[in-house]
Structure formats: structure tokens, C-alpha cells
């Protein structure tokens, strides 16, 4: 649960960056005009909202690339959760057979101790 905890705390983290990142470059996105000084006002207004359309439309591309790719890494999140609890139910199950052979061996050893004085009392008796 923690690992999964950590996972979406990085996700976020990633995604927070990757924002600030794109904005960044939107940021850095220059348009470049041409103007002719003989043009009217009006002319100025249209270059304007079209500068201003053509922004929107990057920020607007920009915004829906960064949703798409989280959402695609949040998709991924329940296929890493069901490896992680299948990694954690291999380990449970190792541990525990581990744990079974440290028992067994722990019995043959307290067996072979016995044996072993056994046969010092038996060589004590014979000698």
C-alpha cells in the first residue's frame, strides 16, 4: 500500500512538473507578426485576435497532450498495483518456506545433538 502510496505521490509530482515544463515552452512560444503601417486599426484588431486564436490553440494542444499522457499513466497504475501484490504474495510465500526449512533444521539439529550424547554416554560406558 505505502509503495502504491509512493507511486501516485511521484505520479503527481511528475505530472506537476511536466505542466510547468510545457508551460514553460508555451511561455517561450514566440509569434512573429509583420506589420504594414499603412493598414487600418481594424486590420491591427484582426492580427490580434488571430495571434491571440493561434495561442489558444497551442496552450489548448499543449494542455490536452499533458491530460492524455496522465491519463495513460494513471491506466497504468492498477496494472502496477496487481504486480506489486503479486510480487508481495511471491515474497510471503518464499519467507514462509524459508521459514519452514529453519524449523526443520532446527529439529534435526536438536536430534543429532541427542544422538551425539547419546553415543558420548555409550563410548563413556564402553571405555
Not at 107 to 114: I, S
Amino acid at each position: 500500500m505505502e509503495g502504491l502510496t509512493e507511486e501516485i505521490n511521484f505520479l503527481r509530482q511528475l505530472y506537476e512538473e511536466e505542466i510547468q515544463e510545457l508551460q514553460s515552452q508555451v511561455s517561450d512560444t514566440s509569434v512573429v507578426l509583420s506589420m504594414d503601417n499603412c493598414r487600418s486599426l481594424d486590420t491591427m484588431d484582426s492580427i490580434i485576435t488571430e495571434a491571440n486564436a493561434q495561442y489558444e490553440e497551442i496552450a489548448n494542444r499543449r494542455q490536452v497532450e499533458a491530460q492524455s499522457m496522465h491519463h495513460i499513466r494513471y491506466e497504468e497504475l492498477p496494472s502496477l498495483a496487481g504486480k506489486h501484490r503479486n510480487d508481495l504474495s511471491h515474497t510471503k510465500t518464499g519467507i514462509s518456506k524459508m521459514n519452514q526449512n529453519i524449523s526443520q533444521l532446527q529439529a534435526e539439529t536438536e536430534g543429532l545433538k541427542g544422538q551425539k550424547v547419546s553415543l558420548e554416554a555409550a563410548i563413556a560406558d564402553a571405555e
